[in-house]
């Protein structure tokens, strides 16, 4: 799997991908809210966005998890 950001990404792909990179531990849980409260996005936009990264070749594995409040997503490093 590529470590490389894709050139097929837009910038609010490019920006979750760096985002959950970046805190992600071997496996940690993520809602959309809180990725669209740091990143300046709707959690809507968060969750449109993440399955073009969940559907690519990266180095990381992302589930949806949970929808209470907000969608939650399981992300394996």
């Known amino acids: 799997m ?5 050139a097929d990404l837009t910038s609010k792909q490019t920006r979750i991908l760096r985002y959950l990179r970046e805190r992600a531990t071997t496996k940690t849980y993520f809602k959309s ?7 300046g ?3 809507k936009e968060v969750g449109a966005n993440i399955t073009a990264i969940q ?8 589930e949806k998890w ?4 907000s969608t939650t997503w399981k992300v394996l490093l």
């Open 41 to 43: 996005m709707t959690a």
């Open 2 to 6: 590529s470590t490389a950001v894709a």
């Open 55 to 62: 559907d690519g070749d990266y180095d990381i594995e992302i």
């Open 33 to 39: 809210r809180l990725i669209g409260e740091e990143l």
């Open 66 to 69: 949970g929808y209470s409040s």
